[in-house]
């Protein structure tokens, strides 16, 4: 369990780190405005509206990947199978973002399905 639990955690920090490329592309647009911050994201392009799609499918993938690691930990089913798919899925996210970010679509939309198969992977351990 600890094994899933570390991935849980770690893929629940990455919408966070992937807010610093945002923001430093929100700095270059005149400074981070904090009052209205979502205002000033619609207006970033290229790199920042990279970095702003990055941040926010981070969360998205999230949902998925923490229902399923919850999943195999309600029913009691975890394994090894389990555990190597979480690990996978941390290290397609980490590429998926990274990918995001260097405008690589390609290999970003690879390391996305990678990353979804391993989470549907996971909850289907607990089937």
């Known amino acids: 369990m600890t094994t899933l639990l570390i991935c849980l955690l770690i893929t ?3 919408p966070y780190a992937a807010k610093g490329p945002v923001a430093v592309a929100m700095a270059k ?3 981070y405005d904090n009052s209205h911050p979502r ?3 619609a207006k970033l392009t290229g790199f920042g509206a990279r970095a702003v799609a990055a941040h ?3 969360f ?6 923490g229902v399923s690691v919850l999943a195999v930990i309600a ?8 555990e190597t798919a979480a690990i996978v899925h941390v290290i397609a ?3 998926y ?3 995001y970010l260097m405008d690589k679509g390609t290999l970003r939309s690879l390391s996305w399905f990678v990353a979804i198969i391993a989470s549907f992977t996971v909850f289907w351990q607990a089937v």
Not at 60 to 65: A, H, K, Q, Y
Not at 75 to 82: E, H, P, Q, R, V
Request: no cysteine; proline share 0%; charged share 15%.
């Open 56 to 58: 926010q499918n981070a």
């Open 29 to 31: 647009l005149g400074g």
């Open 93 to 95: 996210r980490v590429a």
């Open 75 to 82: 029913t009691d089913k975890i394994n090894g199978i389990a």
């Open 12 to 14: 629940m920090l990455l």
């Open 60 to 65: 998205e993938s999230l949902l998925i990947f």
């Open 39 to 41: 205002d000033q994201q």
């Open 97 to 99: 973002q990274l990918l």
